[in-house]
């Protein structure tokens, strides 16, 4: 089975948890874009759900699709989000998030959400966040060099996300610093110090959001619950 398999595999299975009725956050990436694909091919066959997307290119998707999208003016609480993760610590499903840029909105949902859903592949599985890859923090453009200064003090080793040469720029029209801090003890500790900084809007730590997660490797798809 190749990776995509895998993806195709428990976004099919992470489809088939979406009940007639419900209110279903999208997420983004190539493990999200799978899910999403096997919920339009179940809207096409009946089921009646409303979605609020992640971000921009998910909402392509699923517009493409036929589903219907609706936002937080109508709708302030989701029934599920089904989103993927860059790390998931195997014990307690705290998460990274963020690789694919759409953090903040994807956090917004998820706070929004009764369940949060993970699906990936048993690659992301960790015992430590921060091991696999950096934290993404969303920073506002003005000022960003003095917040990167400032992350540097909480001690990261910042990259700016750049695209091209010029500062990759996310849908919410702020900056992306990429901070290395190893292998992170306490996630919750270290996304409050992030927090606190000015200029931060918000970190791809997502700890103690994640009510599930489903993992595939080549023996099947394996449910994780927190401890
Ligand atoms: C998007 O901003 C991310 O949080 C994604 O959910 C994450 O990067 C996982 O993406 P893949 O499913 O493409 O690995």
Same mark, same amino acid.
């Given at each position: 089975?190749?990776?995509?398999?895998?993806?195709?595999?428990?976004?099919?299975?992470?489809?088939?948890?979406?009940?007639?009725?419900?209110? =279903?956050?999208?997420? /983004?990436?190539? #493990?999200?874009?799978?899910? +999403? $694909?096997?919920?339009?091919?179940?809207? *096409?066959?009946? @089921?009646?759900?409303?979605?609020?997307?992640?971000?921009?290119?998910?909402?392509?998707?699923?517009?493409?699709?036929?589903?219907?999208? =609706?936002?937080?003016? /109508?709708?302030? #609480?989701?029934?599920?989000? +089904? $989103?993927?993760?860059?790390?998931?610590? *195997?014990?307690? @499903?705290?998460?990274?998030?963020?690789?694919?840029?759409?953090?903040?909105?994807?956090?917004?949902?998820?706070?929004?959400?009764?369940?949060?859903?993970?699906?990936?592949?048993?690659?992301?599985?960790?015992?430590?966040?921060?091991?696999?890859?950096?934290?993404?923090?969303?920073?506002?453009?003005?000022?960003?060099?003095?917040?990167?200064?400032?992350?540097?003090?909480?001690?990261?080793?910042?990259?700016?996300?750049?695209?091209?040469?010029?500062?990759?720029?996310?849908?919410?029209?702020?900056?992306?610093?990429?901070?290395?801090?190893?292998?992170?003890?306490?996630?919750?500790?270290?996304?409050?110090?992030?927090?606190?900084?000015?200029?931060?809007?918000?970190?791809?730590?997502?700890?103690?959001?994640?009510?599930?997660?489903?993992?595939?490797?080549?023996?099947?798809?394996?449910?994780?619950?927190?401890?």
């Amino acid at each position: 089975m190749t990776r995509e398999d895998l993806k195709r595999e428990v976004g099919e299975q992470a489809a088939s948890l979406v009940e007639d009725g419900m209110v =279903v956050g999208l997420g /983004t990436g190539s #493990t999200a874009t799978c899910f +999403i $694909d096997s919920l339009i091919r179940r809207a *096409r066959s009946g @089921l009646s759900v409303v979605c609020i997307p992640t971000s921009e290119r998910s909402a392509a998707q699923a517009r493409q699709g036929g589903l219907t999208l =609706v936002d937080f003016s /109508t709708h302030k #609480t989701i029934d599920i989000c +089904i $989103d993927g993760a860059d790390e998931i610590k *195997r014990d307690s @499903l705290d998460l990274v998030k963020g690789l694919g840029g759409a953090l903040l909105r994807e956090k917004l949902v998820a706070s929004a959400a009764k369940q949060l859903v993970i699906i990936a592949d048993s690659a992301k599985l960790v015992d430590w966040l921060g091991t696999l890859c950096p934290i993404p923090v969303e920073i506002t453009p003005f000022g960003w060099q003095l917040t990167v200064e400032r992350l540097r003090g909480q001690g990261a080793e910042t990259k700016l996300r750049q695209v091209g040469g010029e500062a990759f720029v996310t849908d919410g029209g702020n900056y992306i610093v990429e901070c290395g801090f190893g292998s992170i003890a306490n996630p919750g500790d270290l996304n409050q110090r992030l927090r606190q900084i000015v200029g931060v809007v918000e970190t791809g730590l997502f700890v103690r959001m994640a009510s599930l997660a489903l993992v595939a490797d080549e023996h099947g798809v394996a449910r994780y619950t927190p401890a």
